[in-house]
């Protein structure tokens, strides 16, 4: 079992900077890729970025390369989502989620999921 629990989340402007830090309580964190997903109103769950267990391979989605960057700590059961150059279309629940074995891009594929934090950019 692993519970998630992402933090960090607010109001910013446009073009601002966030950090979103998620806890994991698992004995084998180290064994699970991470990733980070959205969800805007009326909008599909989004694929944000991904990261390997090892924390050697990173993966964004399109809308997010080169603004956003995912991160991990393993002696702190920890995964980051450092978020820059903020838009209004990054408005949405940003959720942290858990993957036994390898990384992927597909919602779906995780078994465990945060809460979720709100993040509003305003223009």
Avoid at 6 to 19: C, K, M, N, P, T
Avoid at 22 to 35: D, E, K, V
Wanted: glycine share 12%.
């Amino acid at each position: 079992q692993v519970q998630l629990v992402e933090s960090g989340g607010g109001l910013v402007q446009a073009g601002g900077s966030l950090r979103l830090p998620c806890a994991a309580s698992a004995r084998t964190f180290s064994s699970y890729a991470m990733g980070w997903f959205r969800q805007a109103p009326g909008k599909e769950r989004e694929f944000v970025a991904a990261i390997t267990w090892t924390g050697a391979s990173t993966y964004y989605g399109d809308s997010v390369k080169g603004r956003f960057t995912i991160s991990r700590d393993n002696a702190k059961n920890t995964v980051s989502l450092q978020m820059t150059s903020l838009k209004p279309e990054d408005t949405a629940v940003y959720y942290c989620a858990a993957r036994y074995g390898r990384s992927s891009a597909v919602a779906a594929e995780y078994g465990y999921w945060g809460q979720g934090t709100q993040v509003t950019v305003s223009s």
